[in-house]
């Protein structure tokens, strides 16, 4: 089936790093996605990865996946005001892209 | 370039009204098209996708359809609105890796 899960809510300080994670189920999937939502907004694709990669380094975003245990998780090195936003995982089998529900990232003063 | 247009941006309809969203993709030619929703406290819950003209698949059975008269146009419908199909909808075309979103249309049933 395809699903694809992560956590909800995460809050981090001002300077440090986020992680978030993100599991799916669908092994075809060619890519894997990094969206990110701003209040009000649509989807901006924030990062990829080709599915016979290990990681991806993109400025302060760092991309992992874990193709044995269909597992990704996006790091954001010093995290600023600005990241605070819904991010979304997804993969995509077929003609066809699925999400995860999006973790909403707050960040503390 | 490549751009993607929604509208309207925001939409107040009352129950059991028809409902039109239209979508239209610029600087490409036969994309693959898509129509999300996002409901609140949920997730994206992809509605239609469709391949080229004519061509339509439904994700979830609903009160909703969807149609693609022309090659950079794809429309979303209703003939009578439920108070469930609030919410914000998302259209997107495939480019390659990843997905070029509009910028969405909140509708609200009241």
């Known amino acids: 089936g395809e699903d694809v899960e992560q956590s909800l809510f995460l809050s981090v300080r001002e300077g440090d790093s986020s992680v978030i994670n993100c599991t799916y189920t669908d092994s075809s999937s060619t890519y894997l996605y990094w969206y990110k939502q701003e209040p009000g907004a649509g989807l901006q694709l924030l990062t990829y990865i080709f599915s016979n990669m290990d990681m991806k380094q993109d400025q302060r975003l760092t991309v992992l996946l874990n193709k044995k245990d269909k597992h990704l998780s996006l790091r954001i090195a010093d995290t600023q005001t600005g990241d605070s936003a819904i991010y979304f995982c997804a993969e995509d089998p077929d003609d066809k892209i699925i999400f995860g529900k999006g973790t909403r990232l707050h960040i503390l003063p | 370039s490549q751009t993607i247009h929604q509208w309207p941006v925001t939409l107040v309809q009352p129950v059991g009204s028809p409902l039109s969203l239209e979508c239209t993709v610029e600087?490409?030619?036969?994309?693959?098209l898509y129509w999300y929703r996002q409901a609140a406290g949920r997730g994206l819950q992809l509605l239609f996708y469709?391949?080229?003209?004519?061509?339509i698949s439904s994700e979830v059975p609903q009160n909703l359809s969807a149609s693609r008269p022309q090659d950079r146009q794809f429309i979303l419908s209703s003939k009578k609105l439920l108070l469930s199909d609030s919410g914000f909808y998302l259209c997107a075309w495939r480019r390659g890796y990843g997905y070029t979103f509009g910028s969405g249309t909140r509708l609200t049933v009241v």
């Open positions: 600087g490409t030619s036969n994309p693959n």
């Open positions: 469709s391949v080229g003209i004519g061509q």
